[in-house]
DNA sequence: CCAGCATATCGTAATTTTCCGATGCAGGGT
DNA sequence: ACCCTGCATCGGAAAATTACGATATGCTGG
């Protein structure tokens, strides 16, 4: 992947969120961590089809993104969800179909949705 | 990638949306569409340092995803962002964040930033 | 201290993504 | 009718992702 500068901060951390939530098995893992209501972990292993080393690398994924928290290694590892960075990232959202300007009109016949 | 059975409708479109801004160069796309305010053409290909070829396909994966709107082929070819669908996500992070039921506490040691 | 369990990491194969140049295709101007 | 412009699509190469089994690592209980 060619690199693109220009990006801001803010772009660039919602691109690596993104990515790392481009997966249904990692959307799984996410919906499960909140549905959980708290940190879960070899759960997520029966869960999902599997197998847990690959488990393992979606959670260190998501991790690296900054998208979940947890432990790192040892015998009873516990996740969850970064609040901060879930909100983070639907402000972002909000963002670009709706800009702080205002300006939410689309110049396309299908109409903003916002508000 | 194997098939993660037991995905919503939701969470399949999500996963979808997120694949496709799941890169630098089509983050920017989607940012510059925002900017514009309207559907631009061309332009992109000017502002991002990638082939014209690359771009297009860029945007047909945006297009794909369902999250920008535009014509197919022809001389002039204009996209938009498709404002429903980055309302649609910007809802569905918040959901993950703050689900409907309202428990958004989450068991580890960071606190919710929702509300 | 040692065995056993839960998780992480490594090595690696298959698949997918990413990118480019070349080519195809539709309209607009002459 | 002809070419030129602007975009899409194709073919293919390089890089990244995804998945697994095997192995390493780090607690914890006995």
Redesign the interface.
């Known amino acids: 992947?060619?690199?693109?500068?220009?990006?801001t901060t803010d772009?660039?951390r919602?691109?690596?969120i993104?990515?790392?939530?481009?997966?249904?098995?990692?959307?799984?893992i996410?919906?499960e961590l909140?549905?959980q209501?708290?940190?879960v972990t070899g759960d997520l292993v029966e869960?999902?089809?599997?197998a847990q080393s690959t488990v393992s690398e979606h959670l260190k994924v998501l991790r690296e993104a900054g998208i979940v928290?947890g432990s790192s290694n040892g015998r009873d590892a516990?996740y969850?969800?970064?609040?901060?960075a879930?909100?983070w990232?639907?402000?972002f959202?909000?963002g670009?179909?709706?800009?702080p300007g205002g300006?939410?009109?689309?110049?396309?016949d299908?109409?903003?949705?916002?508000d």
């Not at 992947?1 to 990006?7: P, S, V």
């Not at 670009?96 to 800009?99: E, G, L, N, S």
């Not at 300006?103 to 396309?108: Q, V």
């Open positions: 992947m060619k690199a693109i500068d220009g990006l772009e660039e919602a691109a690596a993104f990515r790392a939530l481009g997966n249904p098995a990692r959307v799984r996410i919906m909140a549905r209501n708290a940190c869960v999902l089809p599997l928290l516990r969850c969800l970064d609040p901060e879930v909100r990232l639907a402000n959202c909000f670009i179909c709706c800009p300006n939410s009109a689309c110049a396309c299908v109409p903003c949705a916002c």
